[in-house]
Structures are given as C-alpha cells and as structure tokens.
C-alpha cells in the first residue's frame, strides 16, 4: 500500500483528475458513488497520514476527508455494500431473518429519507473467485472505516439517537411531526451482519484476536451501549454474524456471559442488557405475563408483546443460537444452567399465544441446542466423540420436553394400536391448530418450518451412516439422539408422531395450501423431505443382512415404531408419500438448472427413493415377514395388505422415470448423481430390464427401459445428459472414499458404472448401455457405431476423456472405469466387432493408449495407485485382445505396430535400434513390456510402504501410551487383533464380504453395527460397570476399526496389484504366443534376444526374496503375485527354447555354410547366423532359475514350484538343442559351453542339492500334474549330468535319500489301481498316466548307464514291472470301435500303447546293461516275459495276422516284444528253467516261439503289410504327406515313400532283424552241448509250398534274395545321397525346399536363406546317406544270420540220420 501511494503522490495530475471524477461527476446510483466516495475518503485520509503533502495535491485537508465520509454514508453507501455488493450472500433465510435489517437499508437515500428505496438486485451466478475478491475488499473497506473514522461512527449514532428521542417525544405530545430520523447505525450493523453471517471464525478481528489494534473490538463492546430498539436488534443481529465459528462463538459466549463487557444497564438491579440472563429474563417475564393455550374469541383479548420487542427477542434469540450452534461449551453451560433455565423457559412461552415470527424464532432456537452437524464434531477434534455422546444426550432430553409441552399433542385417546403405513395422523391443538387455522390463513407458515427444523435437528445421523444412498441396507445404525420409548406410558412408544405429522399435514398437504410467497411451499417440501430422509438413514436393518441371530422382540418393537420403517412402507405400499415424491420430481430439470426454489426438495426426493431401493429387499424379505410374525410387540400393529418393490410401482409411472433419468442433466452433481444411481438400480432390476412387448426393433425386443427413454420426446435429452455428465469437469476422485458424494468426479464414476453394469451377457442387447453408447437398437451387432460429427454418444466423450491429458494422473479411478467399459466393450459377444472396428477404423486407440500411459506411477496416495493400477490392468488386457484378434484376422500392420512396440527398447527412439549399436547392448536394455512390469511393482512398493507409515501414525494417534505397556507394543496384528476381539466377544471375520470388484473386505458398515451390539451386550453383563473397562472397550474397538481399515486399504492395493499384473500377464502372453511372427524388426536374432530379454528380466523377480515381508499375509500375498508370474516365466522360457531350436538349425546351417565346398573355398556366413547370446548372461538365467524354486515363497507354492521346473524343462531344453546343433557329428555326448556353464551351476555349489532334494520330494509326494513336471525335471537333470564322465549326481542323491525304493514301489502300491482306472472307456481323469510316462521316462534315461541300471534293478524294478495289473489289461480292437469317443480323450488302444512301451522299453534297457552271467536278474526278466505272456503274444500275433490294420503303435509294441523275446531266448539257463517246467502249465519264452515265427512270412518276404497300414492320429496322417526322400524307388507308392512309410519301414525291418535274430539264437547249439537241434523252419524249400504260419526255407531264400537286391539298391541311394551333399548346387529350390521341409525343422524353413538352405541340405543329405548306409549295414547283417539259418537247416535236413529219423 506504501508503495502504491508513494507512486500515486508522484503523479499530481492524476489525483487532481480522479478526485474531480469521484466526487464532481454525476452517478447513475448514488448508493454506489458513496461507496466510491467512501474507499476514496479512507484512502485520502491514509494517504495524509502517511505521505507529507498529500492533501495539497488533492486539495482538502482532513475534515474534508470526514464530511465526504458521512455524505458517502448519507449518499447509501451501506446499503449498496451491503445490498448489491454482497447481494450474492442474501439466501431466502437471511431475507427472512433480517427483514428489519433491510427495511432500515432502504432508509439509506440521499435526498430525503422519508422516501424508501427500492432493492438492489441479486444476482446468483457471481463466480466463487469474484466473491472473494468482494468479500476482501468489504472486509478491509469496513475495517478501515470503523478504525479510522470512530469519531464519525460516533457522533452519527448520538445524532440519530437524539433525533429518534425527538421523534418518540414529538408522538407522545402530539407536536409537530419531524423528519424522520435516518438509520445510519442501524445500516451500519446490517452491513457488518451480511457480511460475516456464515463465515465461520471470519470476525475474530472484532473479538480482539490476531489483531494488534484493538479498535474493531472497541467498537464491538461501543456497540453493547445503544439504547434504541432499532439499533439494539440490529447490533444483536451484528453480534449473531460475528459469532459464527467454533472460536468466534465462544468469544461471543464469553462476551455474553461478561454483560456485554460492562455494557448498558436499564436500571441498576438488572442484568446489562448484552447478556444471557437479560435475554432469557425477558423470555421468562413474557412467558409469566402470557396466557397460555389458543386464543378464545368471546374472552377478552389476551396481553401481546410489542412488535418491536418481538422484533428486538428474536434478534437476541437469533444471537443465541449462533452461538450454541458453533460452541458445545457455551451450549452445555446454556442449557445447564438453573439461573437461566433456558430450555423451560422457551417451551413455557412456546405454549403461550405469541406472535407466529417469535414462535418460529423459538423453535429455531430450541433445535439449535439439540442439532449436531459435522463442522461441530470437526471443530471438536479428538473430543468428537463425547461431543456426540453430549449432544445426543441433550437432544433426547429435549424430545422429552417437547413430548412433556405437548405442543404436538399425542397423548390421544390411549389408543395402543400402530398403523404402519396409513397415515395415522390426526392431531388436534398445538401446532396442528396454529397450523390450520393461523399459517393457512395468513398464508404463511415460518412456524411450522420451524418445528419440521427442530424434528430434523433431534434426529441425528449416527457417524458411521453413511446417509441415504448407502448401497447396503446395513449400512445405518439407530440414532443415539432418539429415545425409542418415548411417550411409552401413555401410547405406542416413539417418535412416531411427530414424523406422521410432518408427512401427512406438512408434506402431503403441501400442494393444498395457498401460499404468500410460491417458493415457501418449496421451502417446506424440502424441510419435510429431510426428516424423511434423515429417518430412512437412522433405519437399521442390519438384522436382517446376512446370517444374524435371532431377532429379539425389543428390537421388533423399535424397528415397527421407528419413524424410517413408516417411511419406508408408505413408499412401498405405493400410498400418497410415494405420488409426493414423485410430483417433487415432476417440477423438472430445467427448474432445477434455473436455480428455482423447488431445486431444494428434487435431491432429498431422489436420496429418499435412493435409499428405499437400497433398503427395500430387507424390508419386505425381512422386517415384514418377522413383525407379521411377532406376538409380544406390546400393541397391536396393522400393515399394509400389498407390498412391493419400488421398481414394480414405478413401472406403472413410466413419465416419473422418464423424468428421473432427464434430472442426470442437472447441473448440480449430487442431484445428477442420485438420479444416476437411481437409474443404475432401475436397470438391473428384472422389472425393467425384462422385454417390453409392445415395442420391437427388427428381430429384437427392447427391455422396459430403453423402450420408456427412447420412446419418450426427452430422448435425446437425456442421452445429452449422460454425456453433459461425463465432460463436466471434476476434480480429485480418490480423496475421498469410494461412497463419496461430494464431487462432480464421483458422478462421472457413476455414470461409467451404470454403463458397465449393462453390458453384461446376463442382460440381452440391447440395455440402456447400448443405447446410450450409441449402439444399434435393431442391430446391435452390426451396425457401426456413429461418427461424432453426425450424432454424439457417451462412447465418443469416454474416448475423448481416455484421449485428454492426465485423466490417469487426475482421476484414476474414472479413467479405470473408462479402461474397463472399452475392454468390456471389445470382449463382450454383442459389442466386439463393432466397438474393435471402431477403434481401428477412427484411431490407433490400443496403440495410442499404451504410448500415452506412462510406465511409472508417481502418485504417493495408495488409493490413486490401486485406481491406476486396474486402470493399465484394464487397458492391457484390452491390448492383449485386439492383438490377438489382429493376429487372427491376419491384419500383420496393426499387429507388428503393437507387438514391436511392447518389445521395444523404453529409452531409445522409435527409430533407433539397440540390437545394431554393440553385440551386449541388449542386456542394458529394457523393453516396454518390462518397463511397464517394473513400474507396476515399484508403485505398489512405494504405495505400501506410504501406507503402513499412514497406519503406524493411525494406531500410535489411537493408542493410549501411557496405558500401553512393552508387551502390547511387540504384539503382532494377528495377535493384538485376537486379543481385542476376544476382550469384546466378537468375531471380526464374519464382516468380510467381498467388493464390487471381488475383493474380499471388511465391512465397516457391519463391523460398526457388531462393535456397538457388543458394547450392548457387554453393557447389559454388567463388564462396562466401571470407567476403566469402558474405556478399555472403547480402545479396543478403536484399534480394531484402525486395523480392519487398513486391512481393507492394503487388500484393495494388493487386488489392484495383482489384477495388473494379471493384465500384463495376458499382454505378455499373447506377444510370446500369437503375436511372436509379427515381431519382425531384427529378424530372428532380435527374437531370440527378446525372448531372453523377457525371461531374465522376470526371473529375476520370480527368483528374489523380499526381508520386508513379515507378516503371514504378506508371504502368502507374494507367493500369489509369482504365482500368477510362473506361469508366464514358463511361456517365456518356451519361447526361448523354440528361437534356441531355429538357432540350432542355423547354426548347423552356417556350420555346413562354413565348411569348404567343392572346389575347396570356404562359403560365406550370413552375419544373421552369429551368436547373439553371450554366456554368462545365460548362465546367470539359469542360476535365477534354480533360485526361484529354491525361495521360500516356491517352498510355500506348489503351482510356483511346478511352474518353475517347466521353465527350466524349457531351458534345458534349448540348451541341448543349441549343443546339439553345434556338435561334432561323430560326437556322442554333445557339450558345448554352456552344456558345461549350466552343470557348473549345479555342480560347483550347494544349488544342485538343494534342487534335487525339492524336485525328488516333489516327484514323490506332490500333486498328479506337478509330479508330472518334477519327474521330467529330474529326467533333463539327469541327462544333464550324464554329460560328465563319473557316475550320475542324480543317481547317487537318489539311492541317498532313498527316493529309488519310494519311487519304484508307488508304481505297484499307489499308481497299479489308478493306471487300471485309465483304462476304463471313459476315464475320469489321466493324470497317473502322465505321471507314469514321465517316471518311465525317467527311469529308462537312468537305466542307460550302468550305475543307474544297476540301482533300478537293486531296488526291484523288475519285479514290480512284473507284477503290475495294468499291463496285461489290453483292451481289444472291436472295443475300442463300441466304446467311449472324445476328441479330447486318446483311444484305450492308444492309452494301453502309452503304457505298455515305456514298460518294455525300460525292461530293454536294462537288459541291454545286464551281463549274460547275471542269471538272476535274467530270471526276473523271464518273469515279467511269464507275467505278461498274454499281451505279449497278443501283440505278436496280430503284427503277423493279415485280417489285422497295423498301425505305428502295433508296429512298435512288435518291436519291442520281439527284442524283449529274443534276449531273453538267449539265455540259455533261462530256457533250461522253462523245460523242466514244461507241462505244469508255465508259460513263457518257449510259449512264444511260434509267434515270433509267424512274424517273418508276413513282414520279411514282401512289401505287402503296408497295404495293412494306415495313421491312426493327426500326427501320423501329417507325416504321410510328407515325402522321406531317402529312397528314389519310382514303384513305390506315396505312402511308402513319405515319412510315415519311412517310419514304418524301419519298424518292420526291426522287427524281422529280431525274429531272424531270435530264430538264429534259439538253432544255435553251444559248443559241447549235448542238446538235439530243433529246427526252426519247415523243409520245404520251394515257396509255393510254404505254409502260412510256419516259415520255411523258402522264406529264407526269399529273404536272402529280397536282401541282396537291397543292399545293392541302398548302396547306389547312398553313393547318390553323398554326391549330392557335395554338390548341392545342382538342386533346384523347390528340391532344396522339399528336402528341408522333410526335416525335423520344418517350422524354420522360411527363417533359412539360400546359401543356408543349400548347406543344410548338404548336411541333411549327408546325413540320410549315412542312415542309408547304417541300414545297408544292419542288412548284411540279418541276411548273414539267414544265411547261417539256412545252412543249418539244410545241413540238418539232407543229414543221413536225421533223415532216417524223420
């Protein structure tokens, strides 16, 4: 201010020029030019004060300051400031309040005052920024004014006092009339009053505090010594604004209490007229002196107060309740005090004949004293809650004087009989009488507004209700401040009355009555609809929620008699109250838009039906049934005869519904919010969303609801509103809790919920959701959606909110529910196609979306961190399936755009490329993906630790120190939480119920209602007689609501956290499954190096352990999160495995590429083909790998466990492959680097150990599915350490531990039964036959060295194969072909072959380690041959019978019989035991002997069985298309020469090298033997003598002869194939293909360029040569032994004495 005056002292010419324009030009309003002239006197006399010579620039001195002071004021300055520049603070109450006030206003002219001036007008839509800035300047303006001219205020109030006096004397004495005396002081007050009215602990100027100059306050206490009525009530009315605040009441109290600090006394022995006791004195004088009842009109006209000593008492009263409303001190020492017997005093004189104003000012007055309002507990702080208990207590004392004066007389006839529902009120006298027969006819009704006031103010809301729109009915708890026996000696207990009169003579007979003033009628609407209100939210019906004990008949008795149960039936009987409601509604949102009076009572109406809706199934499922019930109430109760629900009756007001949803429009949020969930209730409703018949759009029927909005004429209104509601802008929506109200932000919530909750499957197409997002009502299926320039919709304003800035930052939780409706919309069957058409047709909006969230959560709140996290949940897993329905529809741009975006490196640019910069720059990288995985886990660290630091202060604010001793402070949750529930008798969990979003919380609702029955209940035992235990109670209710909130904050985060991590799940998922291909940047090195990118990055979480993890639950909360993780970490590692597997093949490739040709010269190697993966890294994945099923959280889960043994199966896997791929041809056991690097890992430390302890336990004691994976874990460990040169770790650990004889023996003790069970036609489950093909695996991996087959067979493998019941359970053909057929299930053929070879398989194994001496091992091979004699010439013979189909599964069970048969034929001490067992009915190998025999005429002579043969699966009919391309014999057929064929081939020929072997085996007599020769084959050596089951010699020479044409064909195919390999240039490309794509890498043909296909073609045929030559080898060999047959048995045959012996 110095500054600006200095400045302005500089400037001469302008102050002479403002000066003249302030007080020389003329003014339109004079009011206005002496405000003007009064801020230009305040600041000229500042300026004087301030800067020497100020006055002669402006040219007068300071009396000129002072007397263009008082014309300003004589000018209307008050009455402007007060009137028109503060006009916007001017409620209806102030104007009914203040009439005086501003009839003395009006007094303020310039010319004459006897003229009275018109108002100013007021204007509403003055902005909350201008307001203040008014409100400041009047501050400052009146503070300097009353400071600076005191002497002004002075002498101008002594002159009106003076001239007031004249006036009283001239009307005494009848003399000449003089001038009306002006009204300055009086005006001055009222500016002071309209100003501070309201604004709480605004004036604390005026009482002295924070100000140095105590002038303000000097003028208060100058103020107490006015004398004259006028400026008395005024200044009373002055100290009632002052007074407002919880610090400024009590001042004003003080004040009071002190008589006005020595203020004016009107005689000497009377109390100063600024004080309480003159106030209730007058009250007490008055009430003495008044007759009491109604008026008589023949007796003599009764005594009346002056009116302007009414005016005068309700200035004072109106001061009263000021200060009580804002001070419980000065209301308690008000209301206690005997000296002033306030209360008795007020109901005295409320029983008298007074005028209307006064009785209204009483009522007023007395509801003060028992109101409780939220800024009272707010200022009360820790004191909240005896502040309540106090205020409660003091309302129901006064129900009891009300109850006692009878002002509403309910004495009655003594009737004890309740009618609920029917309007039972009929009082006469009272209020009642003043009603009907003063208020009516004056038109006018502030009496009866009062007394609506005081029932509303007696019914307190309890601080644990939430009010009316509650969702759940429990959700309310009786009220403390109502006594439900009121009344109980003379009639039906309750307050009952009182309500009834409000709805049937107030509300319902508000449209019968003749109003003064239209918007009083209002005004009453919306008095009366709050008792309403505040009467369903003290309902409580909790009883009735969920499993309660029985219900007691007091608690009957005061629910039948509750004041919100009356409400509640009325609305449901469809009586009077419900059409009330309903024509409130009817005045319309434009009505409510315009600010008009009936605004006021549209949003209690729309909470009332709110609430009924919420309430009403516990009402008629509950409270009905058990008061019908009910025997011992007391009194007779009459209900209803029909009762239903809301929704049924407003079916009927199909106009009421139609307005309900237009009031969505309304500009005030809490109006559109209740109108919106009112809505939301219709339409999940049956009632609504059922078909409405009459109206049918093409092939559909609309349900009720579309059908009344879109067929009504305010349709696109209020599709207008919905999305109105949505732009409007709100500010912070997680401040609050998920049930708050009081923002704009929590109406666009709402809104987006309605949407959600009516795009369900449940609810047919179309809902009010499609119609409002804009969606076909004929076809919405189909038609696309509106473009925006033709019709807006809601779609359109959710896109553009998810398309705005910081709408995630600003209001997570609106933006999470705008993810969740467009995921909603792109998943749901009806709306898929045409919501992801189109978000593809008009914007990217996936693609977008994911650039524009950003990866980190910056927030510190825990609620807005769970908010966002379902946000991005929601938004991936909408990303995860439009990529995946881009991929099926083959769209590869829009695919490639997404998926290489996710895979991308976060720090580069778009187009920088981190694979090209250096070899290992990938492995400082971090994708998105892993960036946005990293994010999510790092804000929900961040948003727990804030948390927990929230609830440490929470608990330590609770906690009574000093009665806390070390114990209690060490105690755990768990255990300090047992221990208050125990102490109170409660059990907490039986309030967990699960949220919207299915996460499972405390209901704090139904915890407070058990917490309060407890304390009743232990009330009523007696252990709350003393303070301490109260207290002690009421702590450890305390401290269990602190927990059970914090409780519920760190589940929701935590359900946050998981359900994000669920969405990146599945958007990881889909990028390393269906999206991989379109991942084409880099070619196949990138994927390579993405995929282990992926599995690094979230291995390393899977495989930490967090030390900050101490409680229970936030253990089990881990193991859950890597839970859900392992099984993505095992995608990954799969995908890892199949980009090793084309690795693999290119690096054969560039391998072969590298490798001199021809001529000599080296070819060229792609750079594609260099190793992109170093080492260490790799091991370290693995190292990471073995740690995380090594965590306690993999200890504590099973599922995290298993899902870790198949990552490392993966990994495993690709490491062998890689190795493999790059080995040395002629190498037997391929160990490349990293082969070594991942045994190291396990050999060099403790983790080998460890892993086999946890993978063996889990083989033998876990679940069917993960032993499965733990037995193929240890099988790939094992066949890791085989690479080594010693005996087998795995081997060794396992005799160890004792796993070989538990492993062994489960196969007979626990597995025989289930494996039997698998058999069955249709069996339940196959898990055991997994775990059996896993452990056989397993078995014969160990059992081809020589240390594990010797353990196998210590530890009675054999034996136990023998004796197992399954294997001899082979089902037959034609049952298969009768029996049980699924897609899903293998034939039984097919299941017994999965059993049976992994049998004989192992057996062969082992056989193959046994040594020829070993005769004892040998003798248990006989007996499992003895054992399962039955199957194994079952499989013989139907490999040899030509009426049977040979398949591949026969073919190899032949096989494997026919070896099995032929080692054990060998034996010679076996077929020694054999016959000497001969005839006691033994059956064994010799019982074979025939069957393998038969083999050879029908598979050695002739390719004839591939006419048998045919693929039985999918697999083997893919094959059969496939050609082998080993052999070019041009009379083959296709199927000879295909893979399937191929394979076939090498069966049979298998088969016949081991029926020749056996053959050959069984003739041979050893040296010194004395044992007769037994031929083998008959003696007919022509072959068209030979018999069809008994081969002869002509099948030898048959074979012989097939044979030597075979070698000679398989050398010239091998010479070729060799050739070739040198020269495989000389191929075309379409033999190079076909060559390739007969390979075992057919799914990397298209990664292979030429130069690569050409070189693995060599390889490939070098290899198929080699094979061929391997064959041509094994054939000599059979034709050699044939050879040796046939010259055994020709020998024998042409031998003289055999000869003669035959």
């Given amino acids: 201010a110095l500054d600006k005056v200095s400045h302005l002292v500089r400037d001469s010419a302008f102050l002479v020029r403002l000066n003249a324009a302030i007080v020389d030009e003329p003014w339109c309003d004079s009011g206005l030019k002496g405000v003007v002239w009064l801020q230009w006197a305040l600041l000229a006399l500042f300026g004087m004060k301030r800067s020497p010579g100020f006055d002669q620039l402006i040219g007068f001195r300071e009396d000129r300051v002072e007397a263009i002071a008082e014309q300003a004021v004589r000018m209307g300055a008050y009455r402007c400031a007060a009137d028109y520049l503060l006009g916007h603070r001017i409620d209806d109450a102030m104007e009914y309040e203040l009439a005086d006030e501003f009839t003395a206003l009006q007094q303020q002219r310039a010319d004459t005052a006897s003229a009275v001036s018109p108002r100013y007008p007021h204007f509403d839509d003055v902005s909350e920024e201008l307001q203040w800035q008014l409100e400041r300047s009047m501050e400052a303006m009146l503070a300097a004014f009353i400071g600076r001219m005191s002497s002004l205020v002075r002498r101008m109030r002594y002159s009106e006092e003076d001239a007031l006096y004249q006036a009283q004397q001239s009307a005494v004495y009848q003399t000449t009339q003089a001038e009306p005396a002006r009204r300055d002081t009086e005006a001055l007050f009222a500016w002071v009053t309209v100003l501070y009215t309201g604004r709480a602990d605004a004036a604390l100027r005026f009482w002295g ?99 302007a000593e009414v005016a005068l008492l309700r200035a004072f009263l109106r001061l009263c309740r000021s200060v009580v ?108 009488y003043e009603l009907e027969e003063v208020e009516a006819a004056a038109e006018t009704y502030p009496e009866t507004r009062a007394f609506v006031r005081l029932v509303a103010a007696l019914i307190h809301v309890p601080a644990d209700a939430v009010g009316v729109t509650a969702e759940a009915a429990s959700a309310a708890s009786a009220s403390a401040s109502v006594p439900a026996d009121l009344g109980s000696a003379y009639r039906v207990p309750g307050v009952g009355p009182y309500v009834s009169f409000v709805l049937d003579s107030v509300l319902l007979k508000a449209e019968q009555r003749a109003y003064r003033v239209p918007d009083e009628k209002w005004r009453g609407y919306a008095l009366a609809l709050d008792v309403v209100e505040r009467s369903l939210s003290t309902l409580d019906l909790s009883m009735f929620v969920g499993t309660h004990a029985t219900v007691t008949s007091d608690a009957l008795r005061e629910l039948a008699t509750h004041p919100g149960f009356e409400v509640a039936v009325r609305v449901l009987c469809g009586s009077r109250l419900l059409d009330a409601l309903l024509r409130v509604l009817d005045a319309g949102v434009d009505a409510v838009n315009a600010g008009a009076a009936a605004a006021s009572a549209v949003l209690p109406a729309l909470r009332i039906l709110l609430r009924v809706l919420h309430v009403q199934t516990a009402v008629l499922r509950g409270a009905v049934p058990a008061l019908a019930e009910a025997d011992s109430l007391g009194f007779a109760l009459n209900l209803p005869r029909s009762l239903t629900t809301l929704e049924q009756l407003l079916l009927s007001r199909r106009e009421s519904v139609v307005q309900i949803a237009a009031l969505v429009g309304a500009v005030d949020p809490h109006v559109s919010l209740a109108a919106v969930r009112i809505v939301h209730i219709l339409a999940d409703s049956t009632v609504f969303n059922g078909v409405d018949d009459r109206v049918t759009r093409g092939a559909l029927t609309l349900n009720r609801m579309v059908s009344m909005i879109d067929g009504s004429t305010d349709s696109v209104r209020i599709l207008h509103a919905f999305i109105t509601s949505l732009e409007a802008e709100g500010g912070d929506d997680v401040e609050g809790d998920e049930s708050d109200d009081d923002s704009a932000a929590a109406l666009r919530v709402a809104v987006v919920d309605l949407l959600l909750a009516n795009i369900v499957s449940s609810k047919p197409a179309p809902t009010i959701a499609h119609y409002l997002l804009g969606f076909s009502v004929s076809r919405p299926a189909a038609d696309d959606l509106p473009d925006p320039a033709q019709r807006a919709t809601v779609l359109h304003t959710v896109l553009d909110l998810l398309r705005g800035d910081s709408l995630l930052a600003r209001q997570p939780r609106l933006a999470e529910r705008c993810y969740h409706l467009v995921h909603r919309l792109c998943a749901d069957p009806v709306t898929s196609d045409v919501a992801l058409r189109y978000l593809r047709a008009r914007e990217t909006f996936v693609s977008t979306q994911l650039r524009a969230v950003p990866a980190a959560i910056t927030t510190d709140r825990p609620r807005a961190t769970s908010a966002e996290l379902h946000a991005r949940a929601w938004l991936w897993r909408t990303a995860a399936l439009e990529l995946h329905s881009l991929v099926l529809q083959d769209s590869r741009p829009r695919a490639k755009l997404i998926a290489e975006w996710l895979v991308a490196d976060a720090a580069q640019t778009d187009d920088a490329d981190v694979f090209t910069s250096r070899p290992s720059a990938f492995l400082d990288a971090q994708m998105h993906l892993l960036a946005l995985f990293s994010g999510v886990r790092q804000a929900y660290r961040d948003a727990m630790t804030t948390l927990q630091h929230q609830r440490r202060e929470a608990e330590a604010d609770s906690a009574d120190a000093d009665a806390m001793d070390a114990d209690d402070i060490v105690k755990s949750d768990d255990v300090a939480t047992a221990e208050d529930a125990a102490l109170l008798g409660v059990d907490i969990s039986s309030c967990v119920a699960p949220n919207a979003r299915g996460c499972a919380l405390y209901d704090l609702a139904a915890l407070a209602a058990l917490l309060r029955q407890a304390e009743r209940t232990l009330d009523a035992a007696g252990a709350l007689g003393s303070a301490a235990a109260r207290q002690r109670a009421h702590a450890a209710m305390r401290r269990l609501t602190v927990r059970c909130y914090f409780a519920n904050q760190e589940r929701e985060l935590f359900f946050a956290y998981a359900s994000a991590l669920r969405g990146w799940k599945e958007m990881a998922e889909i990028v390393v499954t269906s999206a991989w291909d379109r991942v084409e940047a880099g070619g196949r090195a990138a994927r390579e190096r993405t995929a282990f990118q992926l599995l690094r990055g979230l291995v390393q979480t899977v495989s930490e352990h967090d030390a900050a993890l101490m409680s229970p639950e936030d253990e089990t909360r881990h193991a859950e999160v890597l839970t859900a993780l392992a099984s993505t970490l095992t995608l990954f590692s799969e995908r890892l495995s199949l980009e090793w597997t084309r690795a693999g093949v290119l690096t054969r490739a560039s391998l072969a590429a590298a490798k001199p040709g021809a001529a000599g010269h080296a070819r060229a190697l792609p750079p594609a083909t260099e190793s992109q993966l170093p080492v260490e890294p790799l091991l370290d994945a693995w190292r990471q ?518």
Wanted: glycine share 6%; with cysteine; net charge negative.
């Fill in 1185 to 1702: 790998l073995v740690l995380a099923a090594l965590t306690p959280a993999a200890q504590a889960s099973l599922q995290l466990r298993g899902n870790v043994y198949a990552s490392m199966l993966h990994f495993l896997g690709g490491v062998r492959k890689l190795a493999a791929a790059s080995a040395d041809e002629n190498e037997v056991r391929p160990r490349s680097r990293l082969v070594a690097g991942a045994l190291d890992v396990l050999s060099n430390s403790t983790l080998g150990d460890r892993l086999l302890e946890t993978v063996s336990a889990d083989a033998a004691d876990a679940s069917d599915a993960w032993k499965t994976v733990a037995f193929s874990l240890l099988d790939a460990v094992a066949a890791l350490y085989a690479s080594e040169t010693r005996p087998n770790r795995v081997v060794l650990f396992l005799t160890h531990k004792n796993f070989f004889s538990s492993y062994v023996g489960a196969l007979i003790r626990r597995e025989d039964q289930a494996l039997q069970l698998t058999l069955q036609p249709d069996p339940a489950s196959l898990n055991a036959l997994y775990i059996y093909e896993a452990k056989m695996a397993f078995f014969i991996r160990l059992a081809q060295r020589q240390d594990g087959a010797d353990k196998l067979i210590e530890n009675g493998v054999l034996d136990v194969l023998a004796d197992c019941s399954f294997l001899n359970m082979r089902p037959s053909a034609s049952s298969d072909a009768a029996g049980f057929a699924d897609a899903f299930i293998p034939a039984r053929a097919e299941r017994f072959h999965q059993l049976l070879m992994p049998a004989l398989d192992l057996v062969l194994a082992l056989a193959a380690k046994i040594g020829r001496d070993n005769v004892t091992v040998w003798m248990k091979v006989a007996r499992f041959v003895s054992q399962h004699h039955g199957v194994l010439e079952a499989v013989l013979k139907e490999a040899a019978l030509p009426a049977h189909p040979l398949s591949m599964a026969l073919l190899a069970e032949a096989k494997a019989a026919s070896a099995l048969v032929f080692y054990v034929a060998r034996q010679r001490a076996v077929l020694d035991r054999e016959t000497a067992l001969a005839g006691s009915g033994h059956v064994g190998v010799t019982s074979l002997h025939l069957p393998m025999l038969a083999l050879l005429p029908k598979l050695s002579s002739s390719r004839s069985w591939f006419q048998r043969l045919a693929p039985t699966n999918d697999v083997e009919r893919a094959q059969a298309l496939v050609s082998a391309a080993l052999y070019d014999d041009e009379d083959a057929t296709d199927v000879e020469r295909s893979v399937f064929g191929q394979q076939a081939s090498d069966l049979v020929d298998a088969i016949v090298q081991n029926a020749i072997a056996y053959a050959q085996a069984v003739t041979e007599r050893p040296t010194g033997s004395s044992r007769m020769f037994r031929p083998a084959f008959a003696w007919p050596i022509e072959h068209n003598r030979e018999s069809d089951y008994l081969p002869s010699l002509a099948l030898l020479v048959a074979f012989v002869r097939q044979s030597l044409t075979q070698i000679t064909r398989g050398r010239r195919a091998r010479d070729e194939k060799l050739r070739l390999a040198q020269n495989s240039a000389e191929m075309t490309t379409a033999d190079l293909r076909k060559l390739v794509s007969a390979s075992p890498y057919v799914e990397v043909s298209d990664d292979l360029s030429t130069v690569q296909m050409r070189a693995l073609a060599s390889v490939l045929l070098t290899q198929q040569g080699r094979r061929i030559g391997r064959s041509t080898s094994m054939l000599v060999s059979t034709a050699e032994q044939a050879l040796v047959l046939l010259w055994r048995h020709l020998s024998f045959f042409i031998s003289v004495d055999t000869a003669e012996d035959s």
């Fill in 325 to 432: 409303q804002h001070s419980v001190v000065a209301r308690t020492a008000i209301y206690d005090s005997t000296e002033l017997g306030a209360m008795t005093t007020m109901f005295a004189l409320l029983a008298c004949v007074v005028p209307v104003a006064l009785k209204a000012a009483l009522l007023d007055t007395v509801a003060a004293f028992g109101a409780l309002d939220n800024d009272l507990l707010a200022n009360s702080g820790a004191q909240a809650d005896s502040v309540r208990r106090a205020v409660d207590e003091m309302a129901r004392r006064i129900w009891a004087q009300l109850e006692q004066s009878q002002m509403l007389p309910t004495a009655g006839d003594g009737a004890r009989a309740l009618a609920v529902g029917r309007g039972s009120s009929g009082a006469r006298g009272g209020i009642a």
């Fill in 209 to 307: 505090h924070g100000e140095p100059d105590d002038r303000l306050a000097v003028f208060v206490r100058w103020g107490a010594d006015c004398r004259e009525q006028g400026m008395v009530r005024a200044y009373f009315g002055m100290l009632a604004a002052l007074a407002s605040g919880a610090q400024a009441s009590v001042c004003a109290h003080e004040f009071m209490s002190g008589g006005g600090a020595g203020g004016h006394r009107q005689t000497v022995n009377q109390a100063p007229l600024c004080s309480w006791q003159a106030l209730f004195g007058a009250l007490d004088f008055y009430a003495g002196h008044l007759r009491p009842g109604e008026p008589d009109p023949l007796a003599a006209p009764p005594p009346e107060i002056p009116d």
